[in-house]
């Protein structure tokens, strides 16, 4: 299986290779699977206070704010105060509807700058997404599904890999996917990577629950917003994510 990989907020095709490393050994060492790493199409500079957090540069981001001003920001600014309320779809509110800057221009030249990449250096069998990369991962899973509706066009993707990822925006780009208020779902089979210790782990459980339950897997590494690293959760990992590969491919699963 050939996957699509999306790195997070202010990450790039090598920082990102560095921490999948170890889950493409393990699914690679037994062909199970492939991939493939791109990066945003936007160069930006972190905000202060992140520099060394990021590591060095270049940084790249799929999705920017069109506006931010006085009265406005990047949301990057906002989760330095993540909220956490009473259920993962308040939080999510609270934390995007006040004073965040726009992105549904950034997120639209995104979504064609990814599909150029399909049709130029695919087909692929899955997408990993991680942090915003798993947003603008599961708004093009979305997507496609509007244009299958809309156009008949069949989707490349068969199934996704979220690593800390948040809700992604509707298909039409005027918002964001909350389980509490949209019928909208990603029918695709999804493996949702989270933390129990990541402080946005509200954002992991609200796209979790906009899913189809009966085909999305969940993997708890027990860390924060980070990617696991060591062996035995790497190995454990690895097998989820062949699980899902043979539910896809019409397999039977050893595992």
Sequence with gaps: MRFLCLPGAYGSIEKFKVQLTPLIKELES?????????????????????????????????????????????VIERIRDFPKLETPEMTMRELMTYGVAKTDVS?????????????????FDGIVGYSEGATIAGTLLLHEQMRERDEGRLPMFKCALFFGGWPPMTPTLDGMVLADESDLMIDTPTCHIIGSLDPYLHGNIALYNICDQDTAFIFDHGKGHTLPRDKHTVKELGDTVRRMIYEVTGGVSPY
């Design 30 to 74: 037994d062909k199970s699977a492939i991939f493939h790493f791109i990066q945003g199409p936007y160069e930006v500079v972190p905000p202060p206070g992140y520099e060394e957090f990021f590591g060095g540069p270049p940084y790249y981001r799929f999705i920017v704010p069109l506006d931010a001003d006085a009265d406005t920001t990047d």
């Design 107 to 123: 997120a639209q030249r995104t979504l064609d700058y990814l599909y150029e990449i399909m049709e130029k250096e695919g087909p």
